[in-house]
């Protein structure tokens, strides 16, 4: 078990630093073009059930093996093993999250500074006006120039290293308390103003009634891999975030309550963006230039556009930075205990090497942007690709086959405390339904 100066001090702290785990810019950013693609109300309907049949039983096996292992990812799956007499090696499916973790981080912190550099100009410049032409060259603009993205990148990056190297308390959690209420506020306000200028009517139409005709195996399967990407299971990030929980933590109270907050929170931003896209009769359509194109030139022809833009995108850093502490966390965690570096040492390590990888990143939509390596496409959609389609299923795979045929029953019952039936139930589940799920939303954007 982690030390107890190192261990979350309430349940609440834990839940905050979840929720920020989880929540992300895929829960504001990806959501909601998500939906907007996929016929609105039958996506969500099917998000839901994915998060419930899939996604909440990877989470709280997670939970359940982290606070046993009480270590890292790869040292907690490691100790789970040998106590259940099987092989040491299990370790990897920890070191496999640590470098997914990693690799996506390094992209991550490229969009982040995306939005840092949208928060400044709009706080410095305002907006361009409402010239769609303007809006697109601003874009266009910031994602020709590698130096730019290169320094932003950067920025968000150590702000991010700040944070971890204080630590699990005086760092992660403390940062958790006060960005989690900041972002529920800022779309609340979001929402609120939204739904006074915008077509509140329609977008709630648009998010919760569902359009049977839409609703097909496409869909189906790009809501359970949204789910599975948003939420983050299969890279044991909460296996690192439960070893610092300690015995009194309901661990399946926080996995719930975690997962109901995040959705409410991806349902929020829903609400905050799509009363002006329809207002403006925009497409929901829009894809990733809804929040860089399309949103800042809907804000551009609206009363006190410039401070709701500016509020907009201070919510997606919050929501970046939050789940950027836990992907960094990972790598820090294991190289603490791996090579025995202080924490500040040993978080300056694994920013930086995220900050290089990720000028890949920079390059692809920079310097590269022509250049596509293989099967036409570009570098950072290789790395994408091979985090979401392939490094994240093996994870979740080798998480569900560990808590489902490997641990015994008795430990996922003392951890998380569900009692006997709901164990069984939790462990058929990671047996059956869990794998095909897995594997279904991996393959599923390689194929639709």
Request: proline letters at 5%; hydrophobic letters at 60%.
């Amino acid at each position: 078990m982690a030390d107890r100066s190192d261990q979350w001090s309430s349940r609440v702290a834990f839940i905050f630093a979840t929720v920020g785990s989880a929540v992300g810019i895929g829960s504001i950013w990806k959501f909601p073009y998500e939906v907007g693609s996929n016929g609105g109300g039958i996506f969500v309907l099917l998000y839901l059930l994915g998060l419930v049949l899939i996604v909440l039983p990877l989470l709280l096996v997670e939970m359940a093996l982290g606070r046993r292992g009480g270590g890292d990812a790869a040292l907690s799956l490691r100790k789970v093993a040998a106590a259940a007499g099987a092989s040491p090696r299990w370790s990897l499916v920890g070191v496999l999250g640590v470098l997914t973790a990693f690799l996506i981080l390094s992209f991550y912190s490229v969009i982040g500074g995306w939005i840092l550099a949208y928060l400044a100009d709009t706080v410095v410049a305002g907006l361009p006006g409402g010239d769609a032409a303007q809006v697109r060259t601003r874009f266009e603009g910031l994602l020709a120039s590698a130096p730019r993205m290169a320094l932003f990148h950067g920025l968000f990056m150590a702000i991010a290293a700040a944070i971890v190297a204080l630590g699990v308390i005086g760092g992660i959690e403390t940062a958790c308390r006060v960005l989690m209420p900041v972002l529920i506020v800022l779309l609340l306000a979001l929402a609120i103003y939204s739904a006074v200028v915008g077509d509140l009517g329609a977008a709630l139409r648009f998010l919760f009634q569902p359009d049977w005709s839409k609703a097909t195996a496409k869909a189906a399967l790009e809501a359970l891999g949204l789910g599975f990407f948003s939420i983050g299971v299969g890279m044991a990030v909460m296996v690192t975030y439960a070893a610092h929980a300690g015995r009194d933590i309901a661990l399946g109270t926080v996995a719930i309550t975690s997962m109901i907050v995040d959705t409410a929170i991806s349902l929020l931003a829903g609400i905050a963006i799509f009363p002006i896209v329809f207002a403006h009769g925009l497409s929901p359509e829009a894809g990733p230039g809804l929040l860089f194109v399309t949103l800042p030139l809907s804000f551009a022809n609206m009363p006190m556009g410039a401070l709701m833009a500016g509020a907009f995108f201070l919510s997606l850093f919050v929501a970046a930075l939050a789940s950027a502490l836990s992907m960094l966390e990972m790598p820090v965690s294991l190289i603490c205990r791996r090579f025995g570096l202080a924490r500040p040492l040993a978080t300056a390590l694994a920013a930086l090497a995220a900050w290089v990888t990720g000028l890949l990143t920079v390059f692809s939509f920079s310097l590269w942007a022509d250049w596509r390596p293989i099967a036409g496409v570009s570098v950072y959609e290789l790395i994408d690709q091979l985090t979401s389609n392939l490094m994240l299923p093996l994870g979740g795979l080798g998480l569900a086959v560990l808590g489902g045929w490997i641990v015994p029953a008795s430990l996922i019952e003392n951890e998380l405390r569900l009692g006997a039936r709901w164990t069984a139930i939790l462990r058929w589940t990671l047996r059956y339904p869990v794998p095909p799920g897995v594997v279904a939303a991996s393959v599923a954007p390689l194929v639709l």
